[in-house]
Structure formats: structure tokens, C-alpha cells
């Protein structure tokens, strides 16, 4: 083990510290304290962490106003008709920055004073296996803790050709634009580019998406992503997959992109170019190095199944993990974590399905199993899908595209997974997670009355569809 810190200065003594206020620190703060624990959280930037700040919840905002605008500015096939729509690009931001994020974020430091947690604004590094220190502006504090929960989370990663800085931003500054760009360039065709450019897309921009890979939104089946690549499309949006991004120059109004596609070398001008090629897990800065915690090849943090590292007294949750970088996933292992440190012996973490969501114009939506995880582990298991056209309120609420797909297994006709994409899949998906965690059969499910017209009458429909018994299809 590496050496390192402040010879000669008094650590103050704490019990349970949490480093990261994100979506798993400021949970597992606040578990760690219900259930005894005197907690001190400790807090580099701001409370809330990147997804409630500059992530998750402002990037939904904008989402919502950019269908807002879009049904405003578009004609719609009931005969709704609007005329002289403007956007206040200034109005739309102080409203995303003081009505959603300050009010979460402050309700957010309120719940972890209320649970009398200790919040402390300032970086922290490993001295060794029992200590931290905390520099605060031009001071610094010495702590020595008996347990530790890491949430650092992760940061946007930045290409060497593409540094970020005017004209080239990254998703947290992509969600502060100052105007909306005329055409914005985004490399990286995942969940967060496609989001962020879609808002812009719904705003007026043009988009062009260049992806390295052969498809975009990785994590989602071909059969899933064509609604909302037809719908990208059908509003001029430009898509190049298998494409090599090489330089990019800039002037004080623009940006040109030089990229590899189809065997040529190609320019795109635009307003800005957003790089979002993944991120990079906040492990790096701060002084693991000084202690014995064991680290993978892509610097994430092993840990076992009650979220402990190989240190029996610390603990890492969230993007510094293996698995999807999600905040209910990190949220899920903050409660671990702080129930393990509390002596739970059911604090384990068991669960079979992690639902993950692409907020895209056709939502995205996926838990369990998946038609390719089916072929890869040779399951016997089927899957059965039902579309929204047949759906009463879907089509009532002009949103008849997309489809629920239910996968069971053929001997205990057990839910195992699905996938929606179409309206609501983000909200429809956890009724199927929670099938899927509790052993519930399509029977079980088709059996449950859901009440008409819904949404959530596609998963019974869907259900009876598998049973041998579907009524609308």
C-alpha cells in the first residue's frame, strides 16, 4: 500500500462518512441514519450529485418543454392548429435551474439535515485505510472514520481531439446552451447524445449524430430503436454509424467536424458539437491509491454483493461499480450498503432485473432478460408482443406506435423480461420489474384487472397474448 498524508495533524473521529451526495450517497446518507448510524456526508460541488444538478432531472426538463414545443409548432391530425409560438430560451432556463433542480436539490439537503447527517463541502482523499482528509478552499481537515461509503460517481470522458471548451461542450454544459443551436453535431450515439439530441431536435435544430459503432443506443434491440430512428429521421436528423470522428476546429461562431464514414473522409459545420462518448468513473482523484481497495483494469472499484470492497470498512456504490452507470442502480446499493454496515445479514444485493430507460420521443424502456440474452444463455423461454395500435388509450392520445414485449419461460410461464418502446415505457416498466422479481407467471398478470382505457392494459393484453388467450389481438 502506497503512503500518503498529513503528517503530524489531529484527525477528528466519525463514524459512517459518504463521499458523493449523488443519487446513491444522499440515499445511503439517510438509510445509514435511519437505521442508527451518525452519518457525515462529504460533498465536492454541489448536493444532489451530477443527476439531480446536471444529468438525469435537467435533462428531462428540457425534454419535456422540447414536446411541448414541438406539439405547439406542429400541425396536429385532430385538428389542433397553433399559431405564433415562441420559445423564451432565457424563461425555459431559470425555470429548469430554479423551479426543478434548486427545489430537488434543496429538498435533498433538507431530508439529510432532518436525518441529522453532517454535511461537509469540500474533496476528499484517502490518507490510507482510515482516514481522509478534506481540503476546503484554502484549508483542510483530517477525519479517521470506522466506515466508509464511496458514491464519486463518474464525469463525462474527453477526447484528446475534442477538448471541451466553447463550441464543443459536454451533457452538462449541452443543458445550458445559451440559444438553440441552428445545427448541433453530437459523436457518440448513445442514450445521453440521443436525449439531449432530440430536445434540440424538438427545439429546431438540425441534428447530425455520428457513432462509432454500427448502431446507435446500445443496450436496446434493433426492433426497439427503429421507431425512434424513423421519427429522428422524419425530422431531418442525420445518422452516421461505424463513422471515426478524427478533429474538429472551431471559430467564435462555429464548429467543423472531420470524420471517417463509409471509407471517406467527411466535413460537418455546426452551431456546437456535443461529445458524449461515456463516462469515465470518479476513482482516479481521490488517494485510493493510499489504501488497499482493489481496483479493475477500467478503474472501478470491486466490490461484493453487500457493496464491500476488499477493505472490510469501505464500501463503493454507483458509477464507480461494475454494471450500467444508473442512479436507481446506485440508489439500490446505497441501501445495501448502509444496511450491511448496520449488521443486516439480508443486506445482499439479489436482484434479477435493473431496468434501464432511454427517454427518447418513442420512450425506451428494458428489464429482465432480452431476446439476445435468451440465445446467449440457451433459456427456454419465449417472447410474445403486443402493439400499441391496439391500444384504446394509445391511440387516443395519438401514440399508437411502439409495442410491449413480455419474454416468459416456457415450463413455469414466469415473467423473466421485457421491453417497451412507445408512451410511457419509463412509468409502465417497474409494474414488469416487479413481476419479474417476484416470480409472478403471465397468468398472474393477465389475471389482475387493470382498469380501461390505460396504457397498462398493453400488459395484460400482452400477458393473455402468452397465455393462449389474447382478446385484442
Not at 100 to 118: A, F, I, P, S, Y
Not at 119 to 132: C, E, R, Y
Not at 240 to 255: G, H, I, L
Amino acid at each position: 500500500m502506497a503512503t500518503g498524508g498529513v503528517v503530524g495533524a489531529q484527525a477528528t473521529d466519525i463514524d459512517t462518512v459518504v463521499i458523493g451526495s449523488g443519487p446513491g450517497g444522499y440515499v445511503a446518507a439517510i438509510r445509514a441514519a435511519e437505521l442508527g448510524q451518525k452519518v457525515t456526508i462529504i460533498e465536492s460541488a454541489f448536493i444532489g450529485g451530477v443527476c439531480l444538478n446536471v444529468g438525469c432531472i435537467p435533462s428531462k426538463a428540457l425534454i419535456n418543454v422540447g414536446h411541448h414545443y414541438h406539439d405547439a409548432v406542429s400541425e396536429q391530425p385532430f385538428g389542433l392548429k397553433s399559431s405564433g409560438t415562441e420559445l423564451d430560451w432565457k424563461t425555459t432556463q431559470e425555470w429548469k435551474q430554479k423551479k426543478v433542480v434548486n427545489q430537488l436539490t434543496g429538498g435533498v439537503e433538507m431530508l439529510l439535515k432532518k436525518h441529522r447527517v453532517d454535511i461537509i463541502h469540500g474533496v476528499a482523499s484517502f490518507v490510507d485505510n482510515k482516514q481522509i482528509n478534506v481540503v476546503k478552499g484554502d484549508d483542510h481537515e483530517l477525519f479517521q472514520f470506522n466506515n466508509c461509503i464511496l458514491a464519486t460517481g463518474s464525469r463525462p470522458i474527453e477526447i484528446p481531439s475534442f477538448a471541451f471548451g466553447k463550441r464543443i461542450v459536454d451533457s452538462t454544459a449541452a443543458l445550458s446552451l445559451p440559444e438553440i443551436p441552428k445545427h448541433l453535431i453530437v459523436i457518440g450515439g448513445g442514450v445521453i447524445g440521443f436525449e439531449l439530441g432530440s430536445v434540440y431536435q424538438n427545439l429546431g435544430s438540425k441534428v447530425t449524430v455520428i457513432e462509432g459503432l454500427d448502431h446507435v443506443l446500445s443496450g436496446f434491440d434493433k426492433e426497439m430503436i427503429q421507431p425512434v430512428l424513423d421519427d429522428f429521421k422524419a425530422q431531418g436528423g442525420e445518422i452516421f454509424t461505424s463513422a471515426k470522428a478524427k478533429s474538429a476546429s472551431q471559430t467564435e461562431k462555429d464548429v467543423t467536424v472531420t470524420f471517417e464514414a463509409d471509407g471517406k473522409e467527411q466535413t460537418v459545420d455546426g452551431d456546437y458539437l456535443l461529445v458524449s462518448v461515456g463516462r469515465r468513473p470518479n476513482t482516479d482523484n481521490i488517494g485510493l491509491n493510499n489504501t488497499n481497495v482493489k481496483l479493475t483494469d477500467r478503474g472501478l472499484v470491486e466490490i461484493d454483493d453487500t457493496m464491500k470492497t476488499n477493505v472490510s470498512h469501505i464500501y463503493a456504490i454507483g458509477d464507480i461499480t461494475v454494471g450500467p452507470a444508473l442512479a436507481h442502480k446506485a440508489s439500490f446499493q446505497g441501501k445495501i450498503a448502509a444496511a450491511a454496515i448496520s449488521g443486516d445479514q439480508n443486506a445482499h444485493d439479489l436482484h434479477y432485473s435493473l431496468p434501464a430507460v432511454a427517454y427518447t420521443n418513442y420512450e425506451l424502456a428494458t428489464t429482465g432478460e432480452t431476446p439476445e440474452s435468451v440465445k446467449e444463455k440457451k433459456l427456454d423461454a419465449k417472447a410474445y408482443k403486443f402493439p400499441f395500435a391496439a391500444n384504446g388509450r394509445a391511440l387516443s392520445i395519438n401514440e399508437g406506435k411502439g409495442f410491449i414485449r413480455l419474454i416468459s419461460d416456457n415450463q413455469t410461464k414466469a415473467l423473466i423480461g421485457s421491453q417497451i418502446v412507445g408512451p410511457g415505457a419509463s412509468d409502465l416498466i417497474s409494474e414488469l420489474s416487479l413481476a419479474i422479481e417476484n416470480g409472478l407467471t403471465t397468468e398472474d398478470i393477465s389475471l389482475t384487472i387493470h382498469p380501461h382505457p390505460t396504457l397498462g392494459e398493453a400488459i395484460m393484453d400482452a400477458s393473455e397474448l402468452a397465455d393462449g388467450l389474447p382478446i385484442h389481438i
